[in-house]
């Protein structure tokens, strides 16, 4: 079975690879039940693969395909296959950080946040208006210390709505933190026209639509008063969906190639508005929504009559009545919390399945809030002039419209790293924290003849993007400094080429809020992670030249996208994705692929000439 599997996966991924990039199949007059499975699966998981999100540019060989269309959900965004998580344990996290429902519903969330008064403040629908004066409340209003919306290119590929704010206000040490970012998928108009695609970006801020998800971050102490002077980050996923009764969805898909659809009818509120559902469990309505997303997102729950060597993991892909999941890459729900904790730092209890149990009141160590990155961000368009949306203001939300509320943003991150403010702080007059330097914490790190003192790498990569770093912790610069190398990297010419081109635009976010040994904070100490890059980065690209993929393989980049973008070369400071013309290939001496072999003492080819 495996042989077939790996012919079948080898064919199409071919004719993929030759230029089928839209999802299309190729024709066949007569399909037996086992193809006709095949190309489902192709339909929803290669075309997945190997283009979802942004638009994937041409090139001259495909990313290496590190799965099979279904199981490569638990490729991406997941730990190792050996400690999955499924809904019960999701169930138990979210009965551990909010053990009375108090914040099943997004609104909830965000008044016991302070982003708004009460209830009736929030406006799901349309334009809203952020503020940041203290006390400045009322319908539709958002109050927070900083706004920022920007197209996320570096792991997810979604425009994030974002508001951060701090009580009693991020000066004050020991505040609690709260950050919610709402998600939009770029318009499939938009897609491979970079000018679309930032005006998508004011589009989503001034209208609102297509608003899939929303995620919530709390800095606060335990919700079971068990350790109040503790302060740690938990997580809540709300999905948005309109309300619709008379649910019917059909039994099996229209055609191989069609995904199901449900229909419907909307829940109108008294003006004529449709009523949303914004929870961290599955929608209500009796039920109801429940078939919609079963229907539309979860549509490889109908294959479970596929040959056993194809059919999904059931622990995944349904969740009737639980908690919900996210989609997040196109490959498949993944359970709350560990979808976001690859990335926000934190670990899974080594018995979580058999258990149910998360210690310390659901503090995972090393979760923080992660800082937001211009350089892999595409900004959106100055239309303060003429909104884009008819009736809505219009805002200037380039990088240099940005650049100060980033810079706040990042100051109330980085106190989730274990930064202090000055003992002096005060609030500029553009709203940013002054004062003089911050405190900033230290680790320790191995080197080849001893240890060092050094600063946390999440938290050093913050102070040296806002100042004259090292000795300045002022966070003095009001404009992100990009082309910041950290202390340790400096060494010599080729590390810092390293950690511009490869380690910051594909794994410094995810890996900057790991344990010292893992958090690449230093050239030495990417260094000794070499038979981890070996393994997760190196290994998986062999596999699939040897059509032996390894379903349920850790891999690295960890995110669908990031992966894409390191194997196509994508030079991550132009963002060139969207421009087909100056796509690196994989053995292109520029490419991130190929500085990264390079780096360890291979060629384009030579790892994988050998079996490993």
């Given at each position: 079975m495996k042989s077939e599997l790996s012919q079948w996966l080898a064919k199409d991924i071919v004719s993929f690879s030759k230029g089928r990039m839209d999802g299309r199949l190729p024709k066949s007059p007569v399909l037996s039940r086992k193809e006709t499975v095949k190309r489902h699966l192709v339909k929803v998981g290669i075309a997945a693969i190997l283009g979802a999100g942004i638009a994937t540019p041409s090139m001259s060989q495909p990313p290496p395909i590190v799965g099979t269309p279904l199981s490569s959900q638990h490729d991406f965004l997941t730990f190792s296959s050996g400690n999955l998580e499924s809904p019960p344990t999701s169930k138990a996290y979210y009965q551990t950080i909010d053990p009375t429902g108090a914040k099943v519903d997004f609104r909830d969330w965000l008044v016991n946040a302070g982003?708004?008064?009460?209830?009736?403040?929030?406006?799901?629908?349309?334009?809203?208006?952020?503020?940041?004066?203290?006390?400045?409340?009322?319908?539709?209003?958002?109050?927070?210390?900083?706004?920022?919306?920007?197209?996320?290119?570096?792991?997810?590929?979604?425009?994030?709505?974002?508001?951060i704010r701090c009580n009693p206000d991020c000066k004050t040490p020991g505040a609690r933190i709260y950050t919610?970012?709402?998600?939009?998928?770029?318009p499939d108009s938009a897609a491979g026209n970079l000018d679309l695609t930032r005006k998508s970006v004011n589009t989503a801020l001034e209208q609102r639509v297509g608003r899939v998800a929303d995620v919530a971050f709390e800095w606060a102490p335990a919700a079971d008063g068990s350790n109040p002077s503790t302060l740690f980050g938990q997580l809540y996923a709300y999905i948005v969906q309109p309300k619709l009764t008379n649910v019917t969805c059909p039994s099996t898909p229209a055609a191989p190639s069609v995904p199901n659809k449900a229909t419907g009818t909307p829940v109108l509120d008294a003006s004529g508005n449709p009523v949303l559902d914004e929870l961290y469990i599955w929608p209500s309505d009796n039920g109801n929504n429940q078939k919609v997303w079963d229907c539309n997102l979860n549509t490889r729950n109908l294959l479970t009559t596929a040959p056993e060597f194809l059919k999904p993991r059931p622990e995944f892909l349904v969740y009737s009545g639980d908690d919900f999941a996210p989609e997040l890459d196109g490959l498949g729900t993944k359970a709350m919390p560990g979808v976001c904790m690859v990335c926000h730092g934190g670990n899974l209890p080594k018995n979580i399945q058999s258990t149910l149990a998360w210690p310390n009141s659901g503090n995972l160590?090393?979760?923080?809030?992660?800082?937001?990155?211009?350089?892999?961000?595409?900004?959106?368009?100055?239309?303060?002039?003429?909104?884009?949306?008819?009736?809505?203001?219009?805002?200037?939300?380039?990088?240099?419209?940005?650049?100060?509320?980033?810079?706040?943003?990042?100051?109330?991150?980085?106190?989730?790293?274990?930064?202090?403010?000055?003992?002096?702080?005060?609030?500029?007059?553009?709203?940013?924290?002054?004062?003089?330097?911050w405190t900033y914490p230290k680790v320790t790190s191995k080197t080849a003849t001893g240890k060092t003192t050094r600063p946390a790498h999440g938290a050093e990569v913050v102070f040296g993007w806002y100042a004259g770093f090292p000795g300045d912790f002022s966070?003095?610069?009001?404009?992100?400094?990009?082309?910041?190398?950290?202390?340790?990297?400096?060494?010599?010419?080729?590390?810092?080429?390293?950690?511009?081109?490869?380690?910051?635009?594909?794994?410094?976010?995810?890996?900057?809020?790991?344990?010292?040994?893992?958090?690449?904070?230093?050239?030495?100490?990417?260094?000794?992670?070499?038979?981890?890059?070996?393994?997760?980065?190196?290994?998986?690209?062999?596999?699939a030249l040897l059509n032996e993929v390894k379903p349920g393989k850790i891999v690295m980049p960890l995110a669908k996208l990031t992966w894409d973008r390191f194997w196509n070369g994508v030079d991550h400071n132009t963002n060139l994705a969207f421009d087909s013309a100056h796509t690196l290939a994989a053995n292109d001496p520029n490419s991130p692929a190929f500085l990264l072999k390079q780096h360890f003492g291979y060629t384009a080819t030579s790892y994988c000439a050998s079996k490993h």
């Open positions: 982003f708004i008064s009460s209830r009736a403040d929030w406006k799901s629908t349309g334009q809203q208006t952020y503020t940041n004066i203290p006390g400045d409340y009322g319908y539709g209003k958002v109050n927070a210390y900083s706004h920022i919306i920007i197209l996320n290119v570096g792991d997810l590929g979604f425009i994030r709505n974002q508001y919610y970012l709402e998600n939009y998928a770029v160590k090393e979760f923080k809030f992660l800082p937001a990155d211009a350089d892999n961000a595409i900004f959106g368009i100055d239309d303060s002039g003429a909104s884009l949306v008819a009736g809505a203001t219009g805002s200037n939300m380039t990088r240099a419209g940005q650049e100060i509320e980033l810079k706040k943003y990042n100051q109330a991150v980085v106190l989730t790293h274990g930064a202090t403010p000055p003992k002096n702080a005060f609030f500029a007059a553009d709203g940013t924290i002054a004062g003089g330097n966070m003095s610069a009001n404009v992100q400094n990009g082309n910041f190398v950290p202390v340790g990297w400096q060494t010599t010419a080729e590390a810092q080429n390293l950690y511009l081109k490869v380690v910051e635009p594909s794994c410094r976010s995810c890996h900057m809020t790991r344990e010292p040994s893992l958090d690449l904070g230093t050239a030495a100490q990417f260094d000794g992670n070499k038979g981890n890059v070996q393994n997760y980065v190196f290994q998986p690209e062999c596999d």
